[in-house]
């Protein structure tokens, strides 16, 4: 536990933290990448580069500092960091790394006046207060995965079985261990981590499992991202037959049982947790599904022959599709989201649940639309391609 007066130090630089917060992240991400190559691998360049990364650790920091004496209401930002981190490998080892960087780039943003001894010692407390509860929180999730059937612990060596194309920017790789042996199930919803070595150099990212969970092998569909390293490289350099590294499953934007109508809707990529969603739920039965999918144009189109062979299977199971730009097709409309797609298309009343996923201002619409439509906020779920951000 924190002192009395650390914690009122704490309390009394959330304001600081409101202010300078981000130009304080962005400086600290500059001292670590710089000068610790070990945890270079595990941040994804363009969220840097983007301000998403520091964003979302300035805001963890805020929320963590305005609450430091009342831990529990830090709630599920808590678990959502924990599968990230976990997802990708974030080690005890790397804590003290980044306490270090965070304390120095403190003194330097902040300058001697306002960081002084006091202010540094209070925060280098607060930071281990937190990074233990982190820290144990992820010892626990490594070890469930490691003792689960099918689980292991770090990355384990997967071939890929089979590569294939569904539009022209997305592939899928289905996924088998190298071992030969079972592996772990997870939730629909949740993301791999892969860990590759491109130009000598490596490098790990997430990707949602887009199939349902079967005892053998996994699949991932990865859009092809301009100018992306490790897209590209997937697309390009790794054929069937190629072994990649995989860290076991997380996150925390999963399928939640229930029997209520479930309502996926997701525009381009995002289709991929839905996928999963979907394919879990209707195998399952007892509940309806309505699957809203948006695409850019025909090309960039994915998995239609997947949902038409769900439609015509499964009696519960409805799918609307909705080009942006060309000619509809067999596409149920052209044009951005609105309001009456979801009107015509949900169920009436308010009885259903819905994930969601997509470019941001994609999301930022639904949640508008679902928020006029008067959904209670424990009925929507949605997920980030990247650090978390405010959809408002
Ligand atoms: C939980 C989760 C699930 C995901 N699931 C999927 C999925 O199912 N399918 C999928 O396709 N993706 C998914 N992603 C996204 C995926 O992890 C990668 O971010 C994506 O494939 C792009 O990676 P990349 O290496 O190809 O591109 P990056 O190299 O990361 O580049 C991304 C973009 O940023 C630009 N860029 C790169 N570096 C810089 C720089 N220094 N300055 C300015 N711009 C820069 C690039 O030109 C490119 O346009 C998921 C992400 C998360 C977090
Ligand atoms: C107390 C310490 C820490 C806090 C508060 C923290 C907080 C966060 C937050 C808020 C996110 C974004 C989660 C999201 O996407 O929603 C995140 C992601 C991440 N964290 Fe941490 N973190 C801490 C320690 C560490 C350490 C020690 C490492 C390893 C060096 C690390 C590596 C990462 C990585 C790689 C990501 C994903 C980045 C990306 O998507 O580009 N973190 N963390």
């Known amino acids: 536990m924190l002192t009395a007066d650390k914690t009122s130090i704490i309390k009394a630089t959330v304001p600081i933290l409101e202010t300078g917060g981000e130009a304080l992240t962005t400086h600290f991400y500059k001292i670590m990448l710089d000068e610790y190559p070990q945890v270079r691998p595990l941040f994804n360049q363009a969220h840097q580069a983007s301000g998403a990364q520091p964003r979302a650790l300035a805001n963890s920091v805020l929320l963590y500092a305005r609450n430091i004496d009342k831990l529990q209401e830090l709630g599920p930002l808590a678990g959502q960091i924990v599968n990230k981190h976990v997802a990708l490998q974030v080690l005890p080892e790397h804590y003290p790394i980044v306490g270090a960087c965070l304390l120095r780039a403190i003194r330097e943003v902040l300058g001697p006046d306002i960081a002084t001894d006091a202010v540094i010692d209070a925060w ?8 233990d509860m982190l820290i144990g929180a992820e010892a626990t ?53 892969l860990q590759l070595v491109i130009n000598g150099q490596e490098v790990r990212r997430n ?21 992306g390293l490790v897209s590209n490289f997937l697309h390009d350099n790794v054929m069937e037959g190629a072994t990649l590294g995989v860290f076991p499953p997380a996150g925390d934007f999963t399928l939640q049982e229930s029997t209520a109508p479930l309502v996926l809707i997701s525009g381009g990529v995002g289709i991929t947790p839905t996928l999963a969603m979907a394919e879990a ?112």
């Open 124 to 131: 280098g407390a607060a930071y281990q207060q937190l990074a």
């Open 141 to 193: 999730m490594y070890d469930k995965l490691a003792a689960a059937r099918g689980g292991w612990r770090g990355a384990r060596s997967f071939r890929v079985a089979r590569k294939q194309v569904e539009s022209a920017e997305i592939t899928s790789f289905y996924l088998e261990p190298a071992d030969g042996q079972p592996v772990i199930d997870f939730i629909p919803g949740q993301y791999l981590g």
């Open 207 to 227: 990707y949602s499992l887009s199939a349902a969970p079967n005892d053998h092998g996994y699949r991932i569909s990865v859009k092809r991202e301009q100018g």
């Open 281 to 392: 739920a209707l195998a399952k039965g007892g509940r309806n599904v309505i699957f809203l999918h948006y695409a850019r144009d025909g090309k960039a189109r994915a998995f239609g022959k997947t949902l038409a062979d769900w439609a015509a299977r499964y009696p519960r199971f409805r799918h609307f599709t909705v080009l942006e730009h060309g000619d509809a097709g067999d596409a149920h409309a052209v044009g951005r989201p609105t309001i009456e797609h979801m009107q015509n298309w949900l169920p009436a009343g308010l009885d259903y649940d819905v994930y969601f996923l997509g470019p941001k201002p994609f999301m930022a619409a639904i949640k508008r639309f679902l928020l006029t439509l008067g959904l209670p906020d424990e009925r929507r779920r949605y997920e980030f391609f990247g650090p978390a951000e405010a959809l408002d």
